[in-house]
Structure formats: C-alpha cells, structure tokens
Nanobody, 115 residues
C-alpha cells in the first residue's frame, strides 16, 4: 500500500509564503515522476510543478519564479516552497507520484491566500 501524505497548507496573506511537504511511504521500489497539482473551486486540476526521472523540473507558467520544487530521494519526500503568494493561488494542492507506471495521489491540502 502506497501512501502520500501532504502537509503545510493553510491561510496566508497575499505576498506571504508557505512550504508544502509530501511524504511517500509504503511498498514502493522507485519513484519516477513526482509533482504537485492544484484544483481551485470550479476549475480542473492543473499541474503546478514536477520532477522527471532525469531530474528536470517543470513549472506552470503561473508559478515560475515564485514556487520552488525540491525532492529528497533518501526520505521519499517532496517539498513545494511557495513565495509571493497571490489570491489566485488559492486551491487544494495534491501531491502526485508515478512509480512503475502507476499513479498515486495524496489527499490534498488546502492553501488559501487572502487579499
């Protein structure tokens, strides 16, 4: 059983920062792709950032220069540092990983940015 557990969400004022964490546990041999998605009310889930097996990091245009994704392979943990937050960043943020062709999702953590 593979579990992804996110933490670090909350309420912050515009311009503030939050750091999300995602711990992957369970019977997982190798994580290929790891990333963060978000879903705002009434909108589709969208990619925020991910790390490919080759180590390349991809960011959505809307978060480039403000968000930083990092990964600690030894701890099977991913981090999303979010700076200069905007009200439009308000969403439920989901951790995702792909391992040996299977997709796994966390339960989500709410991020609310007030203006």
């Amino acid at each position: 059983q593979v579990q992804l557990v996110e933490s670090g969400g909350g309420l912050v004022q515009a311009g503030g920062s939050l750091r999300l964490s995602c711990v992957v546990s369970g019977s997982i041999f190798r994580i290929d792709v790891m990333g963060w998605y978000r879903q705002a009310p009434g909108k589709q889930r969208e990619l925020v950032a991910n790390i490919t097996p080759g180590g390349s990091i991809n960011y959505a245009d809307s978060v480039k220069g403000r968000f930083t994704f990092s990964r600690d392979n030894a701890k099977n943990t991913g981090y999303l540092q979010m700076d200069s937050l905007k009200p439009e960043d308000t969403a439920v943020y989901y951790c995702h990983c792909n391992a040996l062709g299977r997709n796994y999702w966390g339960q989500g953590t709410q991020v609310t940015v007030s203006s």
